[in-house]
């Protein structure tokens, strides 16, 4: 479930960027923008988490950027007729590198509390003890010698 909801919330705030840059900036419409934005999240997500358990937030980061003009510059080029997809694209890669250094670092918090609970022991409450008449056992024996 924590992987949902850390996709939606990317998601959603890679949509409201692109729409702002792309979709009022540079006159992307709105489904051409909404399908960057699910491609480039859906791709992106993969990326954190598979990042972000092997390096650090500057690594994903750099990742994302690189990934995300890629992806903008190919499908602004493909899906719009439109002079200016190279500026368009990096202005779009860098703000939405922005964003993502902060949202990485929710990914790393979520990513570590799941290694916690799973690692967690969890207890039912049915606990027992051992009991024992010889508190100590070698005693007798050493006494003997």
């Known amino acids: 479930m924590t992987h949902l909801k850390l996709l939606a919330l990317k998601f959603v705030f890679t949509l409201g960027l692109l729409f702002i840059i792309?979709?009022?900036?540079?006159?992307?419409?709105?489904?051409n923008v909404f399908l960057i934005s699910l491609v480039v999240s859906a791709l992106g997500y993969?990326?954190?988490?598979?990042?972000?358990?092997?390096?650090?937030?500057?690594?994903?980061?750099a990742g994302d950027f690189v990934l995300s003009f890629a992806v903008i510059y190919f499908m602004t080029d493909a899906l719009t007729?439109?002079?200016?997809?190279?500026?368009?694209?990096?202005?779009?890669?860098?703000?939405?590198?922005?964003?993502?250094?902060?949202?990485?670092q929710s990914v790393a918090r979520s990513l570590d509390q799941e290694k916690k609970e799973n690692h967690e022991v969890r207890s039912t409450g049915q606990l027992q003890t051992e009991a024992s008449e010889e508190l100590f056992p070698y005693e007798k024996e050493d006494k003997d010698k």
């Open 46 to 61: 993969l990326g954190d988490v598979t990042i972000l358990k092997r390096s650090n937030n500057t690594m994903a980061t």
């Open 22 to 31: 792309l979709g009022l900036g540079f006159d992307v419409s709105f489904g």
């Open 81 to 104: 007729v439109g002079d200016d997809v190279f500026e368009a694209t990096l202005i779009s890669a860098v703000s939405l590198a922005i964003f993502e250094y902060f949202f990485h």
